[in-house]
């Protein structure tokens, strides 16, 4: 079955029936037997290829929770469902539709859109109107400083994604007789939240390296042309080229260093996987460094999918057209397993019970362990870095992950 039909089929799994509201208004929307979620997510513009990603793993959540019996409260089973919105990819239109949501369809439990510039938009709405929300897909470290009490997310902050390539080159470097001071980094980040977010812990950590930013380079949003950037990367040969741009930026990127043939000993971009650049560019792409909030090789496990690999092939299943699977949709499954897990202890439909569950949550699943901050972020899990080697992605970095050794000097072949 294609994406696109996956897409149209998950509407019609999302879209609630029209029903009595059994909840009391403190407490979730209670349909019957089913627990009603919500969602405003992106299926089309820029965000889209991603949104359709954690679509699919909302959905993947759902159907796994269902099937093992629902949800248990007081001593009944509950079926769980979700409402979805496309928000255009538009911060407004979330904002917009997180109000039709809690005020038209009464939903009392939310999941949260793609991309940080949307969560932003939606966290205020939820928070004024006291709506938890379990977020999988905004990153921005900026999310965690506003006081927010309702949001909690899966996933580790944005500061973090490309602060691993620079540790690595950094130790790359020492074990061939060099200082990490000696490093040229070159920086190419889209003027948007989370890329911003990303920028910061790469600065961060070349500071600590005393490494030399050569080109630090905000690129427009929606971005389709980097060549001007990659221009000066030729021309001053750094060590280490840093990306960010969500899956468009990553395409471009990969796009365009193709056509330029460039030649950098080590290249880390974010959204590798989402973009599909291994299926688009081939071996150009090899040695590329991709941060992860998931990889199927890693070692984690729970009672509703088993280990990582074992996700990995019911994902593959259910979903046709998925080589690898993006991590985007890895943790959408997971913030719905939060749910459910939140709920069950909770024991109740009560909103502010189950955000204060949501608040004590420390569990461990397929994609990794959760526990939150007081300031709603999850602490208990760290990125990884996977390396394109002849075309496969493999856990490089940290050493406690690594399947495979790294490959440096990158070998592309163009």
Known sequence: MSIHSKFVGALAFGVAATGLLLATPAGAKVEGDEIVLGSAISFTGKYSTNGIHAKNGY??????????????VGGKAYKMKIIYYDDESTP??????????????????????????????????????????????????????????YMFCVISTSEQYLASAIALAAELAEKNGKKPSDLK???????????????????????????????DDKLPRDLSDM????????????????????????????????????????????????????????????????????????????????????FDKTFKATY????????????????VLVWKDAIERAQAFDVEKVRDALAATDMQTFYGNIKFAKEGNNVAKPMVLRQIQNGKLNVVAPSKWASHPIDWPRKAMY
């Open 59 to 72: 959905n993947l959540g759902v159907k796994r929770i269902n099937e093992m019996g629902g949800v248990k």
């Open 92 to 149: 407004l239109r979330t904002a917009q539709l997180a109000e039709r949501l809690i005020n038209q369809d009464g939903v009392k439990y939310m999941l949260g859109p793609y991309s940080s510039a949307t969560t932003k938009a939606i966290a205020p709405i939820t928070e004024k109107y006291k709506i938890p929300m379990v977020e999988a897909e905004g990153a921005a470290r900026s999310l965690f400083t506003q006081g927010y009490k």
């Open 185 to 215: 980094v070159a920086m190419a980040f889209e003027n948007d939240p989370f890329s911003l977010d990303v920028r910061a812990g790469v600065v961060d950590d070349t500071k600590k390296f005393k490494m030399k930013v050569v080109i």
């Open 227 to 310: 060549a001007a950037t990659l221009t000066k990367v030729k021309a001053v040969k750094p060590d280490i080229l840093v990306i960010s741009g969500h899956s468009k930026g990553a395409a471009t990127a990969a796009r365009q260093i193709k056509e330029l043939k460039i030649e950098v000993p080590m290249i880390a971009v974010t959204h590798c996987e989402a973009a599909k650049i291994i299926d688009k560019f081939g071996p150009s792409t090899n040695g590329y460094l991709c941060p992860t909030q998931w990889a199927e090789t890693l070692s984690y496990k729970d009672k509703y999918f088993g280990t990582a690999a074992d």
């Open 320 to 335: 046709a057209g998925y080589k690898n699977v993006p991590y985007q949709a890895a943790q959408a499954t997971a913030a």
